[in-house]
């Protein structure tokens, strides 16, 4: 695809380490082509200890805006001016928007798992949530899923350093949503995860295993699946992991991580340009 920069050409940029595998430069400058806007997008490979620097950079270059991504998210919401009302309770971002030099971040995960939800047809007001996880994504997701209306949220992690989020998760969520239920519990006690998943609505698997190396592992059982629950992965890489496959040999509504990857993308796209993302352009572009 041919691309015209000239000096007026305004700059979006990704942080992080490593970014060189990320395929956001690829959609964010299809998208902003596509749509006739003087953009243009790149990575920069930032560490942790040079992030006040890059923040700094942002404003100098007068950078419109940022994507973060691993391991910059925490120390990048402690930088900016201003934090959107998720990205405070989670304490991370992986947006910023740059409005005349006052920085804004934002965190699009959770919304874009609530999206991807809401594309397969599924609302998640009112809805039961087992979430295995207490990682990035898992804590996102669970925060966005209580802002945006889920009943109640049952979060099981193994026992490691992770396990302490899902306790913060659940002391923030009980100040900021006290009308959802948030438990959290060990994941080595597989009878009740049995019963948690028995009673919900939808399942999520927001751990590392299903992703590659972990790939053909799932946490979570075949015969604690059933054909009326909605199981979502927030692993993408594989396309499919076990459990997606596990919950469509049952026949249950099965949506695999690949949508949440867009839609989180296509928020801070919003964000960025205030339009929308084109994502069927983009999705056919890119098949
Ligand atoms: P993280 O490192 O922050 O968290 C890792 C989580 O995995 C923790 O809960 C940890 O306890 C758990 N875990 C690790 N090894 C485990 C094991 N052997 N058994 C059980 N649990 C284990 O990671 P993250 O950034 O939250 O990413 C999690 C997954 O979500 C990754 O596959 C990542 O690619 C994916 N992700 C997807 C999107 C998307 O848009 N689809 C966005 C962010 C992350």
Redesign the pocket.
């Known amino acids: 695809m041919e691309k015209h920069i000239s000096g007026t050409t305004g700059l979006f940029t990704l942080l992080g380490t490593p970014v060189g595998h990320s395929g956001s430069p690829a959609m964010y400058n299809f998208s902003f082509q596509n749509q006739g806007l003087d953009y243009a997008y790149m990575a920069f490979d930032v560490k942790k200890e040079q992030m006040p620097e890059a923040i700094e950079a942002l404003k100098l270059f007068k950078v419109r805006g940022s994507n973060v991504t691993?391991p910059c998210k925490t120390v990048a919401a402690s930088l900016v001016d201003d934090l959107s009302p998720a990205a405070k309770i989670i304490g991370a971002i992986n947006v910023i928007v740059n409005d005349d030099g006052k920085l804004t971040g934002h965190i699009t995960?959770g919304i874009?798992f609530v999206r991807n939800l809401k594309e397969n047809g599924i609302d998640i007001k009112g809805k039961k949530l087992v979430v295995i996880?207490?990682?990035?994504?898992?804590t996102a997701l669970q925060v966005q899923a209580a802002l945006d209306g889920a009943k109640s949220i049952s979060i099981f992690?193994?026992d490691?350093e992770?396990f302490s989020n899902a306790e913060e998760t659940k002391e923030k969520l009980e100040d900021e949503t006290p009308e959802v239920d948030v438990d959290v519990y060990p994941?080595s006690n597989q009878e009740l995860l049995k019963e948690e998943i028995e009673n919900a609505d939808i399942l999520v698997n927001?751990?590392?295993?299903g992703?590659k190396p972990?790939d053909g592992q799932s946490?979570v059982d075949k015969s604690m699946l059933r054909s009326d629950l909605i199981v979502a992965d927030?692993?993408?890489?594989p396309l499919k992991t076990k459990l997606i496959e596990d919950a469509e040999e049952i026949g249950a509504k099965a949506i695999p991580?690949?949508g949440?990857?867009l839609w989180?993308g296509a928020e801070a796209y919003k964000l960025f340009t205030g339009k929308e993302m084109p994502t069927d352009e983009y999705q056919a572009y890119e098949k």
């Open positions: 691993m995960d874009g996880g207490a990682g990035g994504a898992a992690n193994q490691d992770f994941l927001a751990t590392i295993v992703m972990l946490l927030t692993v993408y890489n991580g690949k949440m990857l989180q």
